[in-house]
């Protein structure tokens, strides 16, 4: 049998289309200027290139007509955005009312909930066209996601300027709903009641599979559930939630095979004519076309059997669609478009063949080359958009590959049906619900396998130096002479990294009892008992993902009690996916049942999960084998009010007895809250769950009761409510306090015998080991102590920059004490600075020293103290503290200067001052 010949490609029209892609990208993130010197150059290049005959005549031609062509026609639509009046107006912010042709289906974003706020779906954005200048609108969802491409409305807003990257003249700041809506086109509107069809008839499936299967079918991601976009993203699945190529070549290729036997001109009309219901249903919009067009040039290569053909199509495509609108040159999705048709039609078959030459069937060698071709060849735009590198993408997609087909067909069946027949629409649906419940799971496992996402760098610079990896490494391959030392080199890097990022080594640490996870700005904390797979946890976090994922890690298949200490959105978002998968006894909530919307939630969810919702009471106690937890409060009548101070206030606080001593958990309690746990009760806590975040909302008596020897701050990484302040953690180190951060530490856990390990974002672990606190520093009274009852507040906002200098009083007096006056000229102390044969203070050189007689209240040596914003100067007396020259006889005597804090000696600890000296030695320093 003859050996089948290598199919050879047309590359003559790649050159043109590279051409025009950078022309338009220069265009879209430099100025027109780089546009139009991107395209001349590269018509220069194509006449050189003609000249000299470096190419094919047909391939110089291209290029040489292609670049100026696209330097004038990119070059002069990003100089009239740059220059319409919108802009202008943008860049001083006015408010205006326009009258805008919407373009593009709204696309909800998702805000995460945080106390009061409900997470979800607040604003939507969208595309528009006004006056030949292109609009970015973002506006409330209430009223806008409703609106269909080719509507006309009128909008009140603010314009601002628009990001950058596209066509966009403006971005308008949308207040209230639509104004005066027009119709839209018939068209437009039978799409709309499909896709609505769709989504009803997908509601008799189970959440997750609801919101995925219009997802899967036309891209409405309005139903999704977060937890699932968070673990397809992680899997490398992400592709699969937008309208794509693989869609459309999936539709029209189901329609061609059954009508095949037709003849193949009338099976590949029908095909296309497939292909133009599928757009219409998606939707005409920019990145839907780049799907139609995309999806056709496979189709027509493939299916067809002409594989010469598909480069010059697919470089058709990109010359066509770039020139018509130069947008697509910037969209992220274009690129995943065309960086993953390339690959189909170049790599995977070279690849196929290759693996068929060594005895691999053919189906299944093709089922392993496309989703490795395709992931490779977007690897680079997906780690430049997530800033994460999937490595287990290739097997999910190979693993998921099989069932996409059915489900997006039925799916396109039963929205086809649903307007006319809602029965049968659900029936078929039904029967796609298997195959989108396979896509679940197999992105819920791919993403929790330990290190299946690794960090990169986001942008531009991330997406290029990933692409050269890959390219070098593929270039690399193909060389025999360097192909084992690749091969060394990857395996070797996997040895050394899998312990240290995948596998991740003491986590979980071995005997833990407490861990505060990771959610972000939220709460969470799981408690352990003696059985592995069972614990307490407290709060959920405003992030299904993230809590799922510290469970998961933490091993936690039974749960007896999950607490929501209050109902705000950063404590019980996370709520369903600690209940999924998992067994739950019950779920413990406060006596105050606000905000509203999250009692219906807490309450529905618990229902649908066949879980019982219990109110504990101030003094009740729950004993699981290692475990007790004490209900302290609160102790108040609740009081109907959706405050967000008042629901924080009626947080639940537990004091937990765990083998690795005493946890206080907090919620969110501020002042109020704070005060009536005062006098109740012992207080006293080895481990404290800082209270709200460690907002400066903490009394300083409240936290001196509970006295933590480590307290854990949950937080989120920048987040803008500006916690934790620096006065709690001030007054928490000043009190002996071991002070950890969720935003800076991540994942905590605490051990027995005060030892803690944590659980950084990068996957390392480190043990920090916290001995038992010397009880020298702990019998008498602190610097931070003292001046936090002197001053009431915060003593120093930035002292982890400026710590106090203490000095330790030696002697009861020195050999040859001796009576000086206060005053400017005195420099005795400062000549004999190092002389220390009397004893007593060892004064700094430079470092004026006043001797008085014997203080009868206040034997304790006090520096000056200052207030680290303000730069008010405060001296020590016998009755508090005085600023400037009010009171107290070292202020009356002599005014204490202000001491720099580049002057203050940085110290990791309050030191305890000795008592019992008979001279009291005030220092203060000169003026600088």
Not at 498 to 504: R, S, Y
Not at 862 to 880: E, K
Request: net charge positive.
């Amino acid at each position: 049998m003859p050996r089948k010949r290598p199919t050879t490609h047309d590359y003559r029209l790649a050159p043109a289309a590279a051409a025009v892609w950078t022309t338009a990208v220069a265009g879209l993130f430099l100025t027109w200027q780089a546009a139009v010197l991107t395209g001349l150059a590269a018509g220069a290049l194509g006449f050189a290139a003609w000249r000299r005959a470096w190419w094919t005549r047909t391939c110089a031609i291209a290029l040489l007509i292609s670049g100026p062509v696209a330097a004038a026609w990119v070059g002069g639509n990003v100089l009239r955005a740059e220059t319409h009046p919108l802009r202008l107006a943008a860049n001083e912010g006015r408010s205006t009312t326009l009258t805008v042709e919407v373009d593009t289906r709204p696309e909800g974003i998702r805000a995460e909930g945080f106390a009061g706020h409900q997470a979800g779906v607040d604003h939507v954005i969208l595309t528009a066209t006004t006056d030949g200048a292109h609009l970015v609108l973002l506006a409330p969802a209430d009223k806008w996601r409703d609106l269909l491409p080719g509507q006309r409305v009128t909008a009140k807003g603010t314009l601002a300027p628009p990001r950058g990257g596209d066509l966009a003249s403006a971005l308008l700041r949308v207040r209230g709903p639509p104004i005066d809506p027009r119709p839209p086109p018939v068209w437009q509107s039978w799409a709309g009641e499909l896709r609505d069809g769709l989504s009803r008839a997908s509601a008799v499936l189970d959440d997750e599979e609801a919101g995925l299967l219009p997802a899967l079918v036309v891209g409405d991601t309005e139903r999704m559930v977060p937890r699932i976009v968070d673990e397809f993203r992680t899997a490398g699945l992400a592709h699969l939630l937008a309208v794509s190529g693989a869609n459309l070549a999936i539709v029209c290729g189901v329609v061609y095979l059954l009508l095949r036997r037709l003849g193949p001109r009338q099976a590949a009309a029908a095909a296309m004519v497939a292909l133009i219901g599928f757009v219409i249903l998606a939707g005409p919009e920019p990145s839907v076309l780049r799907a139609a067009v995309m999806g056709a040039v496979a189709l027509l290569a493939l299916v067809l059997g002409r594989e010469r053909s598909a480069v010059p199509s697919l470089a058709t495509a990109v010359l066509v669609l770039v020139l018509i609108d130069p947008a697509l040159g910037g969209d992220p999705g274009f690129a995943l478009s065309v960086m993953a048709t390339a690959a189909l039609v170049l790599i995977a078959p070279k690849w196929a063949r290759a693996l068929k030459s060594r005895g691999v069937p053919t189906g299944l060698a093709e089922a392993i080359v496309i989703p490795t071709a395709a992931s490779l060849a977007t690897a680079p735009v997906v780690a430049g958009l997530s800033g994460q590198v999937s490595l287990v993408s290739v097997i999910a997609n190979l693993v998921a590959g099989p069932v996409v087909a059915p489900a997006t067909v039925l799916g396109v069946v039963a929205a086809v049906i649903a307007p006319v027949w809602p029965e049968a629409a659900e029936l078929v649906v039904h029967v796609a619900g298997p195959a989108v419940t396979w896509l679940i799971r197999v992105g819920r496992q791919a993403a929790t396998v330990p290190g299946a996402a690794v960090g990169w760098p986001e942008g531009w610079a991330g997406a290029v130096a990933l692409a050269a990896v890959v390219a070098a490494t593929v270039l690399l391959l193909r060389l025999k002479k360097t192909r084992t030392l690749v091969v060394a080199v990857l395996i070797g890097g996997f040895v050394v990294l899998v312990p240290l990022k995948v596998v991740a080594p003491d986590w979980p640490p071995e005997g833990w009892k407490v861990v505060s996870c990771d959610v972000g700005q939220g709460d969470a904390v799981v408690l352990a008992t003696d059985d592995a797979d069972r614990a307490v946890v407290v709060d959920t976090g405003p992030d299904p993902g993230a809590v799922d994922r510290c469970l998961k890690t933490l091993g936690i298949k039974r749960i007896p009690l999950l607490v929501l200490t209050h109902l705000h959105a950063d404590h019980v978002g996370g709520l369903d996916a600690v209940l999924t998968g998992r067994a739950v006894g019950a779920v413990a909530v406060g006596p105050l049942k606000e905000p509203a919307w999250a009692w219906r939630e807490v309450k529905a969810q618990a229902r649908a999960h066949g879980v019982r919702v219990v109110e504990p009471k101030a003094g009740e106690r729950f004993a699981l084998p290692g475990l007790e937890m004490e209900v302290l409060g609160p102790r108040r009548p609740p009081v109907a009010q959706d405050a967000n101070t008042t629901v924080n206030d009626y947080s639940l606080v537990l004091k937990a007895h765990t083998r690795a001593g005493r946890v206080l958990l907090t919620g969110d309690v501020e002042l109020a809250g704070q005060a009536a746990l005062l006098g109740e009760r012992d207080l006293g806590a080895e481990v404290l769950k800082v209270p709200h975040h460690g907002s400066r909302y903490s009394l300083p008596a409240f936290l001196e009761a509970v006295k933590p020897r480590v307290a854990l701050v949950s937080v989120g990484e920048g987040n803008r409510y500006g916690h934790p302040s620096p006065h709690v953690i001030d007054v928490l180190r000043a009190g002996g306090a071991l002070v950890l951060r969720t935003d800076k530490d991540g994942d905590l856990a605490v051990l027995p015998g005060n030892r803690i390990v944590r659980r950084r974002r990068d996957g390392l672990g480190q043990v920090v080991q916290r001995a038992v606190p010397d009880s020298r520093w702990h019998a008498g009274v602190r610097v931070g102590a003292v001046a936090d009852e002197l001053l009431r507040h915060a003593v120093a906002a930035r002292r982890a920059q400026a710590r106090f200098r203490v000095l330790h009083l030696r002697n009861a007096r020195r050999r040859h004490a001796r009576h000086h006056a206060q005053g400017e000229d005195h420099t005795r102390a400062a000549a004999h600075g190092d002389d220390d044969a009397g004893g007593g203070v060892r004064p700094r050189v430079g470092v004026r020293v006043r001797r008085r007689p014997e203080d009868r209240v206040a034997r304790l040596a006090r520096p000056p103290l200052q207030r680290a914003q303000g730069g008010i100067p405060v001296a020590a007396t016998d009755r508090g503290m005085a600023r400037g020259c009010v009171a107290g006889r070292a202020a009356r005597d002599g005014r204490p200067a202000t001491v720099p804090a580049h002057r203050l000696a940085p110290d990791g600890r309050d030191l305890l001052l000795r008592q019992g000296d008979r001279v009291r030695e005030e220092v203060t320093s000169p003026v600088p």
